[in-house]
């Protein structure tokens, strides 16, 4: 499995100088040892990135949760949150790499950015600063995962909320549990909105099953709902739960993946998982477009933030990510972010009204994908190595 930064596609727009530039980085990375405050890697930059990015996350130990013979989301939540905050004392925050931070983890973006400035400055080349379409400096995806079928009902008042603003989001809908009418799909695709896969059955088991397992529930469900089918192009794994088995198998049925969050405190994976980026990357023909923005269910169960609290966190990450060209995908989820959560909805509110004022690029995963690979110049232009 290879992958591939956005980053060089955003700061190097012509593609014979980015593949100089590229094989300029291998180069200053290989003659420069280990790399400051990150964990240690392969040699080359590529492998070290690929290890990074998706290495580390995916070999993560299973979670015991994803191991139980029933469905996890029978135990409670509140049972569930004292279960992370235990498995946080186990691994103990002082026994492991401070990698990666959170909510902030910038360490591979500014090692990679420097030594693609190093390496432009060596051969007299000028990066440019990233940004996207009409110039915006940064990206924004709001996405909402629909975990159960009761969260349906949820959606026309989210919705309400961001089409106040003018600002499109995409929906992802489990496909054994909340799989919705074709009329509710289309009215969203209406609504300038897209959707997306979510998981399966959302049991924690999809990520752990063979491939042979996996590619049956795929074909099976994507068969069953034919005229959804041109519809869907993206996924996102329950719990982000993801293995180098399914990302590797993802690509024959999407053409981008919402899973691997930037970094994540207090998940399944223990106190600190995260693919430590804000830029999107390939990994084969699959975009991978981090999550970067904290998730609604963990501000409240696990950080136990205010209403106050939520929105500053938001808006301190937002302004990170945009200030350095990255995307922020924002999730949230009905169940938790609705109007009968006073204070959660005006977090979110407040959340949208800084976006409106951010000058970012609001958009959907497709239309961004499409962006950036035009950027790239198409799946099959220049590698970032030639
Ligand atoms: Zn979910």
Not at 132 to 147: F, N, P, Q, S, W
Request: charged share 25%; proline share 7%.
């Amino acid at each position: 499995m290879r992958t591939e930064s956005s980053y060089g596609w955003l700061v190097a727009a012509d593609p014979v100088r980015r593949a100089r530039l590229a094989a300029d980085v291998e180069r200053l990375f290989e003659a420069g040892g280990p790399a400051p405050g990150l964990p240690a890697g392969p040699r080359g930059f590529l492998d070290f990135e690929t290890e990074m990015l998706v290495g580390r996350y995916v070999s993560s130990p299973r979670p015991l949760f994803a191991r139980l013979p029933f469905d996890y989301r029978l135990v409670p939540s509140p049972v569930r949150v004292v279960g992370l905050a235990m498995l946080d004392r186990l691994h103990g925050a002082g026994t492991v790499a401070d990698y990666p931070a959170w909510p902030l983890e910038p360490r591979l973006d500014d090692f990679r950015a420097g030594l693609w400035a190093e390496a432009a400055a060596r051969a007299g080349i000028s990066l440019t600063v990233p940004s996207y379409r009409e110039g915006h400096r940064g990206a924004v995806v709001l996405t909402h995962d629909i975990d159960s079928r009761a969260d349906i009902g949820g959606i026309a008042g989210i919705r309400g909320l961001e089409r106040g603003y003018e600002l499109p989001s995409s929906v992802g809908f489990v496909p054994e549990i909340s799989w919705p009418d074709q009329e509710v799909i289309e009215g969203l695709i209406s609504d300038g909105c897209e959707v997306y896969c979510h998981d399966i059955r959302h049991d924690g088991k999809l990520a752990y099953k063979s491939s042979s397992a996996a590619r049956s529930d795929f074909d099976r469900f994507l068969d069953k709902h034919e005229a959804a089918r041109p519809l869907l192009r993206g996924f996102r794994s329950g719990q982000l739960l993801m293995t180098s088995g399914l990302l590797g198998s993802l690509e024959n049925w999407f053409e981008y993946d919402l899973s691997l969050p930037d970094t994540e405190r207090g998940g399944p994976y223990g106190p600190r998982a995260g693919c430590g980026t804000v830029y999107p990357f390939l990994v084969g023909g699959l975009l991978e477009i981090p999550l970067t923005m904290p998730q609604d269910f963990y501000l409240i169960n696990v950080e136990h933030c205010d209403s106050a609290q939520m929105l500053s966190v938001w808006r301190d990450k937002l302004e990170s990510v945009l200030s350095r060209g990255g995307v922020a995908v924002v999730n949230t989820h009905p169940v938790w972010t609705n109007p009968k959560r006073a204070g959660v909805w005006a977090a979110y509110d407040g959340l949208l009204s800084t976006i409106v004022s951010s000058d970012a690029w609001v958009t959907t995963p497709s239309r961004l994908r499409e962006w950036l690979l035009g950027r790239r110049g198409g799946l099959d232009g220049p590698a970032s190595q030639t």
